[in-house]
C-alpha cells in the first residue's frame, strides 16, 4: 500500500509540475510577458474576446501551438519507448528501434529534395515513410519461419541502415545552398515554426495511440512475462505486439513528421520512471507519459533562451540524455 500509495504521489506531482512549466513557457523567453497578461490572453481566447497586440501574438499565435507540440510529442516519445521497452523485454530499446525515425527522415528529406522547401508534402513522406519502414521491419522478420523478438530488432537494424544510406544519399545530391540546410537542419530536430497547422495534424494520431497503449498496460504486464506465460493467461503475444508496435509507430512518425528527429526521450524517460515507480506498467505508462511531457518542455525552454540562435533540440536531448542514461543505466546494473 506503500508503494501503491508513493506512485500516486509521483504520478500527480508529475502533473502539477507539467501544468506549471506550461504556464511558465507561456510567459517566460526572450519576450516577456506579465503571468496576469497571460492569464487575460488565455481567458479573451477561450470566451472569443477581440485581443490585437503583441502580446497576443507570442503567447496566442506563437508560444501556445508550440507548448502543445511539445507536451504531445514530449509524452507520445514516451510512452511509445515504454511500450516497447515492455514489448521487447529490454530496458534499452528505444521508439525508433524499427526504423521509424530512419524512414520519416528518409520521408522528410526526399520531400525538401523534390519540394525546395518544409512544407505539407514533406510532412507526408515523412509520415508515410516512418510508416513504411516498420512495415518493412515487420515483413523482413518473416523470412525465418519462426518470428522472434531478436529478427524484429535486427530486421529494424537493416532497415534504419538501408534508410539512413539513403537519407546521405539525397543530401549528396540536394542543393548546397538551399536544400542541403534545410534537410540537415530538419534532421537535428525543432519545433521552431510550429503553428496550429502542424498542431492539427499530429494531435488526433498522438492521442490515439497514447490511448491504445494505456488501455494496453495490463497486457503490457503480461507480454514482460514471455510469450508462452502469457499465452497460458489467454493472451495472444503476437497480436498485442503488433498492436503495441502499430501504437507507438503513429505516435512516432507523427511526432518526427513536425519536429525531426528527436532522440533519448523514449530511452531515458521510461528507465528514470521505472527506477521510481516500478515496474508495473499500470503506473509506469502514466509516469512515463507525464514525465517526458515535462522533460521535453524544459528542453524546449533551453534551447529557446539558451543562444541567440535557437539550438535545435535533437542536439540538447543527446547532450543531456547520453550521459543521464550512464548514470541511469549504472544504477540500474547496480540494483
Keep these: 500500500m506503500k508503494q501503491l500509495s508513493k ?25 516577456y510577458v506579465e503571468p496576469g497578461q497571460v492569464i487575460h490572453l488565455l481567458w479573451s481566447g477561450l ?7 503583441v502580446d497576443k501574438t507570442v503567447v496566442l499565435d506563437i508560444r501556445l501551438p508550440r507548448l502543445l507540440i511539445v507536451i504531445l510529442v514530449g ?9 516497447f521497452q515492455g514489448c521487447f523485454h529490454n530496458p534499452l530499446v528505444s521508439p525508433d528501434v524499427l526504423g521509424v525515425s530512419a524512414g520519416a ?3 522528410a528529406a526526399l520531400g525538401i529534395l523534390l519540394t525546395n522547401g518544409v512544407n505539407g508534402i514533406t510532412a507526408a513522406m515523412a509520415f508515410f515513410f516512418g510508416i513504411l519502414s516498420v512495415v518493412l521491419s515487420l515483413l523482413l522478420s518473416r523470412i525465418k519461419s519462426e518470428s522472434s523478438i531478436l529478427a524484429l530488432v535486427l530486421s529494424g537494424i537493416i532497415v534504419s541502415a538501408v534508410f539512413n544510406a539513403l537519407i546521405s544519399l539525397v543530401k549528396f545530391v540536394a542543393d548546397t545552398d538551399s536544400q542541403l540546410p534545410a534537410i540537415t537542419f530538419w534532421l537535428m530536430g525543432s519545433f521552431s515554426n510550429t503553428t496550429y497547422n502542424e498542431l492539427g495534424k499530429i494531435v ?3 492521442l490515439a495511440g497514447i490511448t491504445v497503449l494505456i ?20 493472451v495472444n503475444p503476437r497480436k498485442m505486439r503488433f498492436i503495441i508496435i502499430a501504437a507507438a509507430t503513429i505516435i512516432t512518425a ?6 525531426g528527429i528527436i532522440g533519448w526521450v523514449g530511452l531515458i524517460i521510461p528507465n528514470l520512471c521505472r527506477m521510481i515507480v516500478g515496474s508495473d506498467h499500470k503506473y509506469l505508462m502514466p509516469a512515463s507519459c507525464l514525465c517526458g511531457a515535462v522533460f521535453l518542455l524544459i528542453v524546449d525552454f533551453i534551447a529557446r533562451v539558451l543562444t541567440p540562435s535557437e539550438i535545435p533540440i535533437g542536439i540538447l536531448t543527446a547532450i ?4 543521464f542514461f550512464a548514470l541511469v543505466y549504472k544504477k540500474t546494473e547496480g540494483c
Excluded: C, H, K, Q
Aim: glycine share 12%; charged share 10%; proline share 4%.
Design 215 to 234: 488501455a494496453m498496460r495490463w497486457r503490457i504486464n503480461v507480454l514482460t512475462l514471455g510469450d508462452e506465460e502469457a499465452t497460458t493467461m489467454g
Design 75 to 83: 509524452a507520445g516519445l514516451s510512452i511509445s519507448g515504454t511500450a
Design 204 to 206: 488526433i494520431p498522438i
Design 105 to 107: 527522415g528518409f520521408g
Design 7 to 31: 506512485n500516486s504521489s509521483f504520478i500527480i506531482l508529475l502533473a502539477i509540475f507539467l501544468v506549471v512549466f506550461a504556464f511558465g513557457s507561456l510567459f517566460l523567453g526572450r519576450y
Design 47 to 53: 470566451t472569443g474576446a477581440p485581443l490585437d497586440s
Design 254 to 259: 507523427a511526432s518526427v513528421m513536425v519536429a
Design 320 to 323: 543531456i540524455g547520453a550521459p
